[in-house]
C-alpha cells in the first residue's frame, strides 16, 4: 500500500530592496520554495542592472555614456534599446508631451543628483533656453541597434525605465505563477494572489497626507502607475520646483492637479497616460483619459477629486473621502 504524498501548497515569496532610486517589491505565488527564491533573485539581479545601464546620475552608466556622444553613432544593448524605444514611442503617441529628452530642464530646475544624494537648494533656478533639437531628432538604425543623438540633446529615461523595468521583471517571474512587482509605485500585476480572486491589493497614497491612502485597489493583469508633483519636491532659490517637466514650456509643470493614478492593460502604458493628464490638468486630462481605450483615471486636486466611471471597478475599499 502506496502512502499518500501531502501536495505541496503555494506559498507567496517576497524580496525588496532598493533601486533606481525608489523602494522595489517583488512577491511571487508557488509551491516550490527553492524554485521561486532562484526567479526572485534573477528578477532582483536584472532591476539593478537596469539601473547600472539606465541611471542619468551613474557618470559610467550606458546611458550617461550615450549622452557624452552626440552626432556619433553608437550601439546599445537590447536593454537600452528598448527602454528608450519606448519612451519614444510614448513620444509619438502623445505628439511630444511625454519627452524623455528633458535633461536640460530638470538640472536647470535643480534635478542634477538623485534625492538620496540631496539638491542644491541654495542656487536660484536658472535660465531655460530653447532647444535646438529633441526627441523627434534622435536617429535610430534597427538593423545594427545604434542610436545617434543630435547635439544638445540627453536622454533622461526616469520613471519610463521602472515602469518598462518592472514589466520585463513581472514577465521574468510570471512564468512561475501570479505576482506582482511595484517598482516605487510603478506595478505590474499577473494573476491575483491567494486570499483574493479580486486582484493584488494596491493602495492610491493620499497627496495631503502620505501615511493615509485614498483608497484600497485590487488588480490583476494590468498596470498602475501615479504621476505626481506631491513628492519630489524643492526649493530652489525662492522657487518651488518639481520633477515633472512640461515640455512644452521647459519648466515643472503649472498644473492644478497633484496626483494622477491610472490603471492600464500595463504598467508602462499607465506611467504615460498619468504623466500626460497630470501635465494637461484635471479639464483637459480627464477628456484625454476619456479618450483612451482600456484606461481608468483617479485624478486628485486640492478642492477634490474627479474618477474615470471604471474606475471604482477595482476600487475594494474607501478609505476616506
Known amino acids: 500500500m502506496r502512502s499518500a504524498v501531502a501536495p505541496r501548497v503555494a506559498q507567496l515569496h517576497r524580496v525588496e530592496f532598493r533601486a533606481m532610486g525608489s523602494g522595489i517589491g517583488m512577491w511571487l ?36 555614456l550615450l549622452n557624452g556622444r552626440h552626432g556619433l553613432p553608437t550601439q546599445v544593448s537590447p536593454a537600452l534599446w528598448q527602454a528608450l524605444g519606448a519612451a519614444l514611442d510614448a513620444a509619438r503617441r ?18 542634477t543628483h538623485s534625492f538620496a544624494e540631496g539638491l542644491d537648494t541654495d542656487a536660484p533656478a536658472g535660465q531655460v533656453t ?3 533639437a529633441g526627441w523627434r531628432d534622435i536617429r535610430l538604425e534597427e538593423r545594427t541597434r545604434t542610436v545617434t543623438l543630435p547635439p544638445g540633446v540627453r536622454i533622461d529615461l526616469g520613471g519610463s525605465a521602472k515602469a518598462w523595468a518592472a514589466e520585463r521583471a513581472a514577465d521574468m517571474l510570471a512564468s512561475l505563477g501570479p505576482c506582482l512587482v511595484n517598482a516605487g509605485g510603478d506595478i505590474a500585476a499577473r494573476g491575483t494572489p491567494p486570499d483574493s480572486e479580486a486582484g493584488w491589493p494596491v493602495g492610491v497614497a493620499d497627496p495631503y497626507k502620505p501615511d493615509t491612502d485614498l483608497c484600497l485597489l485590487r488588480v490583476r493583469d494590468c498596470g498602475v502607475a501615479t504621476s505626481g508633483v506631491d513628492y519630489r519636491r524643492w526649493r530652489r532659490g525662492a522657487s518651488v520646483q518639481h520633477h515633472i517637466i512640461d515640455p512644452r514650456t521647459r519648466r515643472p509643470a503649472d498644473t492644478d492637479l497633484w496626483t494622477v493614478t491610472i ?59
Do not use: C
Request: aromatic share 6%; glycine share 6%; charged share 25%.
Open 263 to 321: 490603471v492600464a492593460q500595463n504598467v508602462v502604458e499607465a506611467d504615460m497616460h498619468a504623466k500626460v493628464a497630470l501635465l494637461l490638468g484635471s479639464e483637459e486630462g480627464y477628456r484625454y483619459i476619456e479618450r483612451q481605450a482600456d484606461v481608468e483615471a483617479l485624478l486628485v486636486r486640492e478642492d477634490g477629486r474627479l474618477t474615470t466611471p471604471g474606475f471604482s471597478r477595482h476600487v475594494h475599499g474607501i478609505v476616506q473621502r
Open 94 to 111: 502623445t505628439d511630444g508631451l511625454y519627452d524623455p529628452t528633458v535633461t536640460d530642464a530638470l538640472e536647470t530646475a535643480g534635478y
Open 29 to 64: 505565488l508557488n509551491d516550490d520554495t527553492e524554485a521561486a527564491n532562484s526567479r526572485l533573485g534573477a528578477a532582483w539581479a536584472f532591476m539593478r542592472l537596469i539601473e547600472l545601464q539606465l541611471s542619468r546620475f551613474l557618470p559610467d552608466s550606458e546611458l550617461s
Open 130 to 132: 530653447p532647444p535646438k
